[in-house]
């Protein structure tokens, strides 16, 4: 599909959800624990989650900074490194080469 039909604005927001659900959920974090680290509202972390907002750059970075995270991944990208998990492995099991 050539660019000029896909719709970036959804396509962002749902890879950026379903990356931070991932993350949430791996790390067993909360949205109020990831906006308290980030300084990103708890509110705006939810309407990202949902779909509802698409994300700023200011807060893809202060997001990504907080969860140790690519920010091209976090958009949806396969680039930079792959986030761990609180059990020290990537998104597909195996040990991160980071430690």
Known sequence: M???QVDL????RR????????????R????????????????????IVARQRTVTADALVRLCLALDVNPAWLLGFNAGNKPR???????TGK???DG
């Open 28 to 47: 067993n974090m909360s949205q109020r624990e990831l906006a308290s680290a980030s300084g990103v509202s708890k509110s705006v972390i939810s309407r």
């Open 15 to 26: 890879n950026v959800s379903a990356r931070l659900v991932w993350l949430l959920r791996n």
């Open 95 to 97: 040990e991160n080469a």
């Open 9 to 12: 604005t959804q396509t962002i």
């Open 2 to 4: 050539p660019l000029a």
């Open 85 to 91: 998990s609180a059990s020290g492995k990537d998104r």
